[in-house]
Structures are given as C-alpha cells and as structure tokens.
C-alpha cells in the first residue's frame, strides 16, 4: 500500500519486532524490513531517512524513519508491504492475520484519503471515500465501448447506477485493427484514432448521465485505459490509442489512464486489469474462487481465501472466435454462445491441450 504523506512524515513500526534490514534497496530507495513474532513482517520504503539500524529491537509505534519522494509521477508516500509466512498480503486485511490486531494509530492514516494505493501485482486503487466513478471499456474483441456508472464505497461492493454500450463505426473498428500492425503515417493515424475514442467515450458518458439524472460535477473521476494495439511486455512496452485529456475537456470531468505501463515497467505485463474488480465483487470468505473473463483475450483471476489476488491472461477468446465466426458465418459474433453450444467436445484436442 502506497500511503500519500509529506516528506519528512515520521513513520513508526505498526508492531514490535526486530530490524531485519535497514538500509539502500534498488527501485525502492531507503528501506526498512522488520520481522514480528508469528512469522509476520512488514517493509517500509521510499523513506528519507532511516532511524534504526539492523538487528535493533523495535516496539509498537516506535519511530523508525521519515517519508521521501520517488518523483512527481507518484508524489511523496510510504510504500508499506505486509508479508505472512514469506508471502505477500493486502495490508488492509493485515487485522485478520493478527491475532491481537489494533488499529494504526491516528499519526499513521493517510494524508490524503485520494492516495491510498495497492500496490499488489494487481495494482488495484482503494478509495477512503464513497464517490461516484465512470468506468468505460473498449477491448481487444473490438467490438465497442461499454460504460457504468458506479458508486464506490469502502467494504461495500459498488453499486450500479446506469450502464450504456456504443458499437464502433465501421471505420473506426477497421483503423484499429490496422494499427495492429506497421504501416503507413500510424503517429498522424493514431493521433486521429484517439479523438474518434475520445468522442465515442464522451457520448457513452453522456448517456450514462442522462439515464442516472447525476450531474458531471457529482463523478469524481472517468476511468479510460484506451484501445489497445500494441502489447509487447516482453520488449517492456504497451501501446493504448486514448486522448484522456481532450474527453476531460467533453465531459467537464477528471479522467484516469494509462493504467497499463507502470507494470510493464515494473517487468509485469500490464494485464489484466480486472483481478481487483472480481475480488470486490464475487470473493467469498473462507473461498478460494477463480473467474474466467472471455474477453478478445481471455483472463483468469484466483481470488484465495487468504485475501491474496492473482491474475493472468491465457490466451486468445473473443479475438479468435469472432474472427471464426466471420469468416463461417458472415456474423459479427457468436450472439449467446448459439452456435458454439450446438457443438462436440473434441476428446483428442482436449487432451493435448490439457497435457
């Protein structure tokens, strides 16, 4: 978790223990690693100064260092991890591995309830306030822009208040499948490409305000990764079409993107987006619960008992079987699954694939 903090924050330890490391860690700047009783530790980074020293013995609430900066791109913050049994877990749920859990005293709440951060390999945000937020989403299936609007609030689910769909021009959908690939003027096609998104998303959003009778100044923000197409995570980069700005400009709202890179530079792949959405929304407690997203790439996402999330893509959906149903149909898509339900499992290809 990423805690927003002025530098120069004190930064006590949530519970006693003994320093395990204290001093420079690459990526992470000056770090502090302290092991508790119960086989727990906690990791504290991005600190401008570091007050112990290895091997000392530290008590609740002690002051251990002061917070620092990592760059105008995240703002000065605590990056804290809470480690159970030498695995990662949500330090928001750390009160439920501990027996004699208390809360963090006051000194240790964020700074600001807008940047509290998870920064799992999920990387899901957590907000301290209900609002309201705008979710829109255009994937690799092509096939047009879906958009909710949603309230949030901690430790609820969200709750839907208005959804609307747009299919993309016939235009558009061709330029983006041709930017799948190199070709001619793609800066100058691309930058075009953007503005049609961003008008598309616009009249998405317009819809949902006049369907939920909220006003654009009541939205907190507008969340829009864009048209992925490129993604080359194994050459460390991801290309989305997306003009954030300009849609800001259409709807008068604050607008979220680029939520990809950061991974990617981090060595992760930058998708899925959605292991943290299914883990608020279907986690059952006590559960180990897997969803299968059949998107224009299908994803998987573990939600463990333990609170811990993992996520991965697993090859090619949508993608292949719209294609497949064009070019044997004549259909865009396979409308409720019809067509592949009428179908036989193929026993040999199964078993290759399993193996």
Not at 28 to 43: L, Q, S, W
Not at 200 to 215: F, H, I, K, Q, W
Request: hydrophobic content about 45%; glycine content about 12%.
């Amino acid at each position: 978790v990423d805690f927003a903090a002025r530098i120069g924050t004190p930064v006590p330890s949530v519970a006693e223990g003994r320093v395990k490391f204290a001093g420079v860690q690459s990526g992470y700047g000056n770090v502090i690693k302290i092991a508790h009783p119960g086989g727990f530790e906690t990791v504290y980074a991005h600190l401008s100064s570091i007050a112990v020293k290895p091997g000392q013995t530290v008590s609740e609430g002690q002051n251990i260092g002061k917070t620092g900066n990592t760059g105008t791109s995240t703002g000065p913050h605590l990056h804290f991890e809470f480690h159970a049994a030498g695995r990662l877990i949500d330090p928001l749920r750390m009160a439920s591995y501990v027996p004699q859990g208390k809360p963090l005293p006051l000194g240790c709440a964020p700074n600001s309830p807008r940047r509290l951060a998870v920064t799992t390999p999920c990387g899901w945000r957590v907000s301290t306030e209900p609002g309201l937020f705008i979710g829109l989403m255009s994937g690799t299936s092509l096939d047009g822009v879906d958009g909710v609007l949603l309230e949030s609030a901690p430790g609820t689910p969200p709750r839907l208040l208005a959804h609307a769909a747009r299919a993309f021009p016939a235009g558009l959908r061709a330029e983006f499948l041709a930017l799948n690939t190199a070709g001619f003027d793609e800066l100058h096609r691309s930058a075009l490409a953007a503005q049609q998104l961003a008008d598309l998303y616009a009249d998405v959003v317009a819809t949902l305000l006049r369907d939920s009778g909220v006003s654009a100044a009541s939205v907190r923000a507008i969340g829009a990764h864009g048209q992925t197409v490129r993604h080359r995570p194994d050459l460390g980069y991801t290309v989305q079409i997306n003009a954030p700005a300009l849609l800001a400009e259409r709807c008068g709202i604050a607008v979220v993107a680029d939520f990809r890179s950061r991974d990617v530079a981090a060595g992760g792949q930058g998708a899925p987006l959605v292991p943290a959405f299914h883990r608020a929304v279907f986690a059952v407690a006590g559960a180990d619960v897997a969803v299968l997203n059949l998107g224009g790439f299908a994803n998987l996402s573990l939600l463990f008992a333990d609170g811990s999330t993992l996520g991965f893509d697993t090859g090619p959906g949508n993608a292949l079987l719209d294609h497949w149903t064009q070019r044997h149909l004549g259909q865009p898509y396979d409308a409720q699954g019809a067509w592949a339900a009428g179908g036989a499992v193929r026993a040999d290809l199964l078993a290759q694939f399993l193996a």
